[in-house]
């Protein structure tokens, strides 16, 4: 797509015509008949009119007051309004009930036009809108509400029908016309992936309506509606796009979380029953154990314990087992040990901790001799980055739609490793022979910049990534991708904090930092498992303070 200088006054405009064209090109089949309509007749209105509705669509609110539409580069108001009025897109008399009104007036306003219904005239707005709601007050017009008032109030009708098109572009409704800014800028620059038929996630025009269902979904239960009111609202759902699958399991998660927090355990175990959503499964156990059905989490906890999904459901049912075993009445089960890990501890001056305890661990490791950085999850995942950058941005199907993405939508599918088997065996064998260096030098060059799912362009300077180079052993970074290939959404956090390098030795060490009263997290107990088992260098600081801190 073209990049537009925010220079031109109708930047934004352009970019909505590049939306249009997009979607009219790529997404022609899915079209209803009014938004066919609207792509058509929007290229014939005049630019000042084309102005105002792109400015009225990327704010907030459908309700506008005209002397709050001033925009330089449309010029008269009225008369870029005219054809929008005309063709029935901007209702210039809406009807309004309180809570509009209440947005579109300022307080002093709202306070003339009901002098004489408030017994506190004085009150600030909310206040004034509390005793207003309470007289009941029916929708009217603006002239009925306000007879005089010299601003005009218009309604812009089509923000349903433009956040669908929003939709097939983007393939959410999460991201905005901003994404066009930033690039604009040059503050976000993206891959270039090739774009084919096949690649788009919208597929029939009913998977356009059950996104736009799952989005108002996701809205209600963030705006406060019941719970089981939002489970209704997705009966029926049935669709095989993966695209939407992954979303509906996301939301119904969230519900599922939303029940636990209000105690509705039934409810709650419905929802996770009926979720594909990974943690799902270890959701079901624990609100079994927090509702006190004993006998029903010990019995699902062991039949998941016979076959765990990943490295965070078996730790996890590792703890509870034993815990519902003991209230089942049985005897003591012991836990794993884990095998013991290095422990530095450290007793560092406690003006030292204004550093932060990560940098003051560091400076102090690094007087002993040899290089220490501060990188925890950003270097492993930077380095699979540049080495698996094809790989990861190859145009498989459904996984690139659109020209605005950091990384693929199935990044955190189960397959998503699977769909791109070759690829990924290529990339990791350069592991193995040698050339993975020249070849992470090549991508860093040639990608800088560029937004990436794993790579951080901020902390990855030329000297920690030839240091990495001459230090991490190949076989270590290949079980380190391998493990992070299993699970992207989990274990791509949890690394140890800290890194130590001896170049001329070519040699490493992890460091994992606690300061007083912290302990280890679920997910830095997983690496630093995986780290052991596997011969990588890691180990524990344990920091102290010595005398009074400032």
Not at 270 to 287: D, L, S, T
Not at 317 to 330: D, T, V
């Amino acid at each position: 797509m073209i990049a537009h200088s925010v220079d031109d006054p109708f930047y934004y405009l352009h970019n909505f015509r590049e939306v249009l064209g997009w979607v009219g090109q790529r997404y022609a089949d899915l079209l209803d008949d009014q938004e066919r309509a609207f792509i058509t007749r929007f290229t014939g209105l005049p630019v000042s009119a084309q102005g105002l509705l792109v400015r009225m669509v990327m704010r907030k609110g459908e309700h506008f007051r005209s002397d709050k539409l001033v925009y330089a580069e449309v010029g008269d108001i009225d008369a870029a309004l005219a054809p929008l009025l005309a063709l029935g897109w901007v209702d210039g008399e809406p009807c309004l009930t309180l809570e509009q009104l209440g947005a579109l007036l300022r307080k002093d306003e709202l306070a003339s036009v009901f002098a004489d219904r408030l017994a506190r005239p004085r009150s600030g707005k909310a206040d004034l809108l509390a005793q207003l709601q309470a007289l009941q007050l029916a929708p009217r017009p603006m002239a009925a509400w306000y007879p005089g008032f010299p601003v005009r109030i218009v309604h812009w009708q089509l923000q349903a029908l433009c956040d669908r098109l929003r939709l097939l572009f983007f393939g959410n409704l999460h991201q905005d016309w901003s994404d066009f800014v930033l690039a604009d800028l040059g503050l976000l620059r993206y891959e270039q992936v090739a774009f084919s038929d096949d690649s788009r996630a919208l597929r029939r025009r009913g998977d356009v309506d059950l996104a736009v269902a799952l989005h108002q979904s996701a809205e209600w239960l963030e705006q406060g509606v019941a719970p089981a009111q939002v489970l209704a609202a997705l009966h029926g759902f049935d669709s095989d796009n993966p695209w939407l699958a992954r979303r509906r399991a996301r939301l119904l998660f969230s519900l599922g979380q939303h029940c636990e927090r209000l105690g509705d355990w039934d409810l709650a175990l419905q929802v996770y029953a009926g979720c594909a959503h990974p943690e799902a499964r270890i959701r079901q156990v624990r609100v079994l154990e927090r509702s006190e059905q004993w006998p029903q989490a010990h019995a699902l906890a062991s039949s998941l314990a016979a076959e765990p999904a990943n490295a965070l459901e078996r730790q996890a049912l590792e703890r509870m087992l034993p815990r519902l075993a003991r209230k089942l009445g049985g005897p003591p089960q012991p836990r794993r040990r884990q095998g013991a890990v290095t422990l530095i501890e450290l007793t560092l001056p406690a003006e030292h901790s204004q550093l932060g305890v990560e940098e003051a661990v560091r400076s102090h490791l690094e007087q002993a001799g040899g290089i220490a950085r501060y990188v925890e999850n950003t270097l492993f995942n930077s380095l699979f980055g540049l080495l698996c950058w094809d790989a990861i941005f190859a145009p498989v199907p459904g996984a690139f739609f659109h020209p605005f993405q950091a990384g693929p939508q199935d990044l955190h599918d189960a397959d998503f490793q699977l769909r791109r088997g070759e690829l990924f065996e290529r990339c990791l064998g350069r592991l193995d022979d040698g050339s993975y260096r020249q070849a992470m030098r090549d991508c860093y060059v040639a990608k800088q910049g560029l937004q990436s799912p794993f790579v951080f362009w901020e902390m990855l300077d030329e000297a920690l990534l030839e240091q990495a180079l001459a230090c991490l052993p190949p076989e270590h970074l290949k079980a380190c991708f391998q493990r992070l290939l299993q699970d992207i959404r989990h274990n791509r956090a949890g690394m140890p904090d800290l890194i130590q390098f001896w170049p001329q030795e070519g040699r490493y060490r992890m460091i994992e930092v606690k300061g007083p009263g912290d302990r280890l997290q679920d997910n830095q107990l997983r690496w630093l498992e995986f780290c052991q088992a596997h011969g990588l260098p890691v180990a524990v600081c344990q920091v102290r303070w010595q005398g009074p801190q400032t």
